[in-house]
């Protein structure tokens, strides 16, 4: 199996479904909203882990509802989450409105992904050929 390390953004996405999406200033009635775990990161990592992959998700996810689903949907997929770090505060969401046309426009709060700066030390146990640590 191909082992992969996906480092990138987990989203929760909020997702309005218009008939049109309302100009600067209008308000339009939805006919349906959905919550998705998506995010650029996740869904390569789910992608490649469904199509045989052995991936491992790296990144952060906040410490709120949208934190455990997300964690939960990519476990559910078959990644490991093991390098997804939960932070304080909230996950990062993307709101989006999708009108009948298939037009789609999209805000992204970054939320726990934007508190990703580094990648954390790996545990004693981990190693590879260019590790300084001798192999367990």
Same mark, same amino acid.
């Given at each position: 199996m191909t082992a992969i390390a996906v480092l990138?953004?987990? &989203?929760?996405?909020?997702?309005?479904?218009?008939?049109?999406?309302? &100009?600067?200033?209008?308000?339009?009635?939805?006919?349906?909203?959905?919550?998705?775990?998506g995010g650029k990161g996740a869904n390569q990592a789910v992608a490649a882990a469904?199509?045989?992959?052995?991936?491992?998700?790296?990144?952060?996810?906040g410490a709120d509802e949208f934190g455990v689903r997300l964690r939960a949907a990519l476990s559910g997929a078959g990644v490991e989450t093991s390098a997804l770090r939960t932070v304080e505060g909230a996950s990062g969401t993307a709101h989006i409105t999708v009108d009948d046309e298939g037009a789609n426009s999209i805000i992204?709060?970054?939320?726990? &992904?934007?508190?990703?700066?580094?990648?954390?030390p790996p545990p004693p146990t981990c190693w590879s050929p260019t590790s300084t640590r001798p192999p367990p």
């Amino acid at each position: 199996m191909t082992a992969i390390a996906v480092l990138g953004s987990t &989203n929760m996405d909020l997702v309005a479904y218009v008939p049109k999406a309302p &100009n600067p200033g209008e308000t339009v009635t939805g006919r349906e909203f959905r919550t998705v775990p998506g995010g650029k990161g996740a869904n390569q990592a789910v992608a490649a882990a469904r199509l045989g992959g052995e991936v491992t998700m790296i990144g952060a996810v906040g410490a709120d509802e949208f934190g455990v689903r997300l964690r939960a949907a990519l476990s559910g997929a078959g990644v490991e989450t093991s390098a997804l770090r939960t932070v304080e505060g909230a996950s990062g969401t993307a709101h989006i409105t999708v009108d009948d046309e298939g037009a789609n426009s999209i805000i992204v709060i970054p939320g726990a &992904n934007g508190r990703v700066t580094g990648l954390e030390p790996p545990p004693p146990t981990c190693w590879s050929p260019t590790s300084t640590r001798p192999p367990p």
